[in-house]
């Protein structure tokens, strides 16, 4: 198989490539070699819209039509970079002449656990907790993260017995304040969730058909389930076999190649430096997926455009809702703008004067206004920044 453009991974980042490569080039060839058996589509829903009634079909992304050839079920084991060719799991080769990295993430795991456990991060997964969920079983979810507090949260919605566990002093305590993070706890035992914050999970043994989960204080819980959002580490084994620069993922620079100029790489498994923020990022988030997919694929295609945007990210918990822009890490100073506390308003992340990230909690259509924010120089603190978002 011979193509002009070969992309590995069919997620959301090599579709929008793929898409990217065909707004400059018409007749290319374009294939797409990707580990999972469906096609690419939206993962945001797996832990959203798919528990609230959105159909299935609404997921695809129907790449096929932008002429791809979708090669399915098949894993790059090998990049020959002198020869220009990647081999699969079956032994099949593809030959490129621009080729695009957009493997992704692969979830962390709990060394020594049982079979069974889900860690959570693809259709298949998404089908397989569906299909116990219908049951009102118990489930326990590990992790309170974005994977794990979305997960917490759709299950509950079904009417699933939840019992969460996780090593922080809070839910998503290592992205907000600590107050917030608090707040929503409680928020999540309102609904009817057990909550264990500041416990790790020491031991997990099968139980009948279920789970027994050891916490280290000695806590033992029965479940039927076990889900595990656990955080993704960077999908570069093929990188790193083929000699190209890997750290925190793989090292692109502003054009989105890496070492090697007929190879690029775009989304998860990315780390590019962006200017606002003046250092090197990887973004684990849809809007970096689509953005950046988009204009490797353009550059593939000959555009030369440095990618400069800093993506935003959002997420659904019960009925609150946010979107976010920027480096949100609770160790930054925060300044939070509340109109209701923890329901309404507007956290600001600081460093030396500087805006770094802003969380915008059920506070819409204002992402563009932050990243403006962000761009400027300041000197910001609380004093100038009350009351400056909603612009
Ligand atoms: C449940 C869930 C909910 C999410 N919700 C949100 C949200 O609300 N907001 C938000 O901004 N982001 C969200 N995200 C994150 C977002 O989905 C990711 O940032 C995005 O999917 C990254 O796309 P990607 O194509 O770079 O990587 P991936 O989605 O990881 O896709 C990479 C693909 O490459 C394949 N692959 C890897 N190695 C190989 C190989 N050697 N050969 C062939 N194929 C390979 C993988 O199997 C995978 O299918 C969510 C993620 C999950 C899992």
Redesign the pocket.
């Known amino acids: 198989m011979e193509y002009d453009y070969l992309i ?9 490539a793929a898409r990217g490569i065909r707004e400059r080039d018409e007749r290319g060839t374009i294939g797409l ?4 058996l ?1 096609p ?1 589509y ?7 819209g798919l528990w609230k009634g959105d159909a299935l079909e609404s997921i695809w992304r129907n790449t096929a039509d932008v002429r791809a050839d979708l090669h399915l079920g ?4 090998k990049l020959d970079r002198k020869n220009h060719v990647v081999e ?2 079956r032994g099949a080769r593809y030959s490129y002449k621009k080729l695009l ?7 962390r795991t709990l060394p020594g656990a049982p079979e069974g456990i889900i860690y ?3 259709l298949e ?2 089908r397989r907790v569906r299909a116990l969920a219908t049951d009102r079983r118990g489930f326990g979810v590990l992790g309170g993260g ?2 794990g507090t ?2 917490a949260a759709a299950l509950r919605m079904q009417g699933a017995g939840v019992t969460m566990i996780v090593p922080e002093q809070g839910l998503c305590a290592r992205v907000f304040p600590g107050d917030l993070s608090l707040a929503l706890v409680d928020f999540y035992r309102e609904k009817g969730l057990r909550v264990e914050i500041g416990q790790t999970v020491k031991q997990i043994s099968t139980r009948g058909n279920g789970f027994t989960l050891r916490l280290a204080d000695g806590t033992e819980i029965g479940t039927d389930a076990v889900v595990a ?1 656990l955080g ?1 580490q960077p ?1 570069a ?2 990188a790193s076999q083929a000699g190209l620069r890997v750290d925190n993922g793989i090292v692109v620079d502003e054009l989105l190649r890496t070492d090697d100029p007929d190879i690029s790489a ?5 780390n590019f430096y962006n200017p606002a923020l003046d250092q090197r990022i990887r ?7 689509n953005s ?2 988009k204009t490797a694929g353009r550059n593939m295609a000959g555009a030369g455009e440095r990618y400069h945007y800093l ?6 918990l019960f009925e609150l809702g946010y979107e976010a822009v920027g480096e949100l890490d609770a160790r930054l100073e925060t300044f939070s703008d509340w109109k209701t506390p923890f329901r309404e308003g507007v956290v600001y992340y600081l460093e030396s004067g500087r805006v770094r990230g802003v969380l915008l909690w059920n506070t819409w259509n204002q992402v563009d206004a932050a990243r403006a924010l962000i761009a400027e120089p300041g000197p910001w603190s609380a004093a100038n920044l009350a009351g400056r978002l909603p612009a």
């Open positions: 590995i991974g069919a997620g959301m980042t090599a579709d929008a070699l990707g580990t999972e469906d690419p939206n993962r945001p829903p797996l832990s959203k098949r894993k790059a084991v699969d799991d990295l957009a493997t992704g993430g692969v979830p959570y991060r693809t997964d998404y974005f994977i979305e997960v959002g993704i999908n084994e093929l775009a989304g998860d498994v990315a973004v684990e988030h849809e809007d970096n997926a950046m997919g993506p935003s990210f959002y997420s659904d």
